[in-house]
């Protein structure tokens, strides 16, 4: 016997649709992180004649060849080196996921108050008012409201199904909740993996960008013999912390906004849980 009659498969699809595709938004987000790095980081007003050059033009070509200074921070994260647009990619990929996980789990979570629902809905099952809790479902809607409805629904097929034992429709009504609620899992976990891998990948990028820039330091202090040159050396080691520094932010940023993601999904199931636990409860008592 078919149980799981309100999951329609419409309905599997929009759940495996939710969210952000990540397959059309990075290329997007790396034409933009490029866009950022050349267009504003790297406009020729962020950067100064260096007074040692005569007649040098403030345009982008006189940046790369060392005849102008940066002048401004924007400027000085230009300085940092081509890993750099990399890094505003990352960024600006953390940034984009947070925000549409956010909005993502913002809406599983449903209408109303939670935990107001949660007490509610309990509340009429032990009283065995079936319909009503399933009103309260319509009302509330997001993962949670679809779960305890698909739970809701079973529970009163199986309250008028003659042909199994209670143990057998326990059994089904457990199933059934946890079916429900592995179907919405996949929406609520999407993306996810990106927080977590930016949040190491990011630190290993910028380390790449800050030995390059090391190596370019080490090689102006010996290519000048007795005389090393300052000013190449002192570029090399800005290049090398600007790397590391915007690694280390966005990774940092990736961990706390993954982690914090990671505590509403598990407040969610635990919700489901208490919820399913519950039902089943209800319907050992009454029928």
């Known amino acids: 016997m078919e149980m799981n009659v309100s999951n329609t498969d419409e309905q599997v699809v929009a759940r495996k649709k939710g969210g952000l595709n990540p397959a059309i938004i990075l290329p997007i987000l790396y034409l933009v992180a490029l866009a950022i790095y050349l267009f504003v980081l790297g406009n020729p007003s962020n950067f100064a004649a260096n007074p040692k050059v005569t007649g040098a033009s403030v345009a982008l070509a006189d940046v790369e060849s060392k005849e102008l200074h940066p002048e401004g921070f924007m400027g000085i994260i230009y300085m940092g080196g081509p890993v750099v647009h990399i890094l505003i990619l990352f960024m600006l990929t953390v940034v984009v996921f947070s925000i549409e996980r956010f909005l993502v789990l913002g809406k599983a979570a449903g209408n109303g108050n939670l935990d107001n629902f949660v007490m509610k809905v309990r509340s009429l099952l032990n009283q065995n008012k079936i319909d009503e809790a399933m009103e309260e479902c319509d009302r509330q809607k997001g993962s949670v409201g679809n779960v305890v409805k698909e739970g809701l629904t079973t529970y009163k097929a199986l309250a008028k199904d003659n042909t199994l034992n209670k143990e057998q429709k326990m059994i089904a009504l457990n199933k059934s909740i946890e ?94 849980d208490e919820i399913s636990m519950s039902i089943q409860q209800s319907f050992a008592e009454f029928n």
């Open 179 to 272: 079916e429900a609620t592995t179907l919405e899992m996949p929406m609520l976990e999407k993306n996810m993996n990106i927080l977590s891998t930016l949040g190491t990948v990011a630190t290993l990028i910028a380390l790449l960008g800050t030995v390059i820039g090391m190596i370019k330091a080490f090689h102006a202090l010996g290519s000048g013999g007795g005389t090393p040159d300052a000013a190449a050396l002192s570029i090399g080691i800005s290049e090398a912390l600007i790397n590391t520094a915007l690694g280390i932010g966005t990774s940092a940023i990736a961990i706390i906004f993954y982690n914090f993601f990671t505590a509403k999904i598990d407040g969610l199931t635990y919700k489901i």
